[in-house]
């Protein structure tokens, strides 16, 4: 299986700076076809998971441009510029090039 | 706007079945791949079974194979997962998703249904 990594914040982050938060797959994540198959997640307090990012690096339609993926085949970063009160949740990474198909362990936001 | 709700969680016994319902509404449910994701108390996130568009193809992971069963009704734009043999260690909350194939990716969820596994 690809394990996913992900790294930690250091919570609170000031609203209005930026929060990096990293991920690495044992496993390049890199598809003959060139993409990259790599997701990001936001699961808010209370609410829905949303999509956020595809390909490692293509924001998911209404997602705000203050989130950005980048990365190489098995180290990855989303990067949330400016954050806000509504970006308070927990962030997971998901590896959907092969099954079984797996998750990070979550990286907790805070605002302070 | 599309909507997934889930239903049919609750208290099951160790060894009892159980099956959850996921009804989609807000696209052509015929046209997608769909999926359950759990999350067990404050654990992180677990793919649990992928069905394709049309029911032909079915993938699992181990730890449910041969106990769990993804299945989806396109008349009734309904997804399910029937539970057998269940275990304390299947004690989560199941999240129904829809599978975009275009992004590879799970781009719609539910809030989910909790199950309990205990006797």
């Known amino acids: 299986d690809i394990v996913m990594t992900q790294g930690a914040l250091p919570n609170p982050v000031p609203s209005g700076e930026s929060a990096s938060i990293t991920c690495q797959s044992s496993?390049?994540?890199?598809?003959?076809?060139?993409?990259?198959?790599l997701n990001w997640y936001l699961q808010r307090p209370g609410q829905s998971h949303q999509f956020l990012i595809y390909?490692?690096?293509t924001r998911a339609s209404g997602v705000s441009d203050r989130f950005s993926g980048s990365g190489s085949g098995t180290d990855f970063t989303l990067k949330i510029s400016s954050v806000e009160a509504e970006d308070v949740g927990v962030y997971y990474c998901?590896?959907?090039?092969?099954?079984?198909?797996?998750f990070g362990s979550g990286t907790k936001l805070e605002i302070k | 706007e599309v909507q997934l709700v889930e239903s049919g969680g609750g208290l099951v016994q160790p060894g009892r079945s159980m099956k959850l319902s996921c009804a989609a509404s807000?696209?052509?449910?015929?046209?997608?791949?769909m999926a359950w994701v759990r999350q067990a108390p404050t654990k992180g996130l677990e793919w649990v079974a992928t069905?394709?568009?049309?029911?032909?193809?079915?993938y699992y992971r181990d730890s449910v194979k041969g106990r769990f069963t993804i299945s989806r009704d396109n008349a009734k734009s309904t997804l399910y997962l029937q539970m057998n043999s269940l275990r304390s260690e299947d004690t989560a909350t199941y999240y129904c998703?829809?599978?975009?194939?275009?992004?590879?990716?799970?781009?719609?969820w539910g809030q989910g249904t909790l199950v309990t596994v205990s006797s």
């Open positions: 390909w490692m690096s």
């Open positions: 807000g696209f052509t449910f015929s046209n997608y791949g």
């Open positions: 069905i394709s568009y049309d029911g032909s193809s079915t």
């Open positions: 496993k390049s994540l890199l598809h003959s076809n060139g993409k990259t198959y």
């Open positions: 998703t829809r599978r975009d194939g275009y992004y590879h990716a799970f781009a719609y």
């Open positions: 998901q590896q959907f090039l092969e099954y079984p198909l797996t």
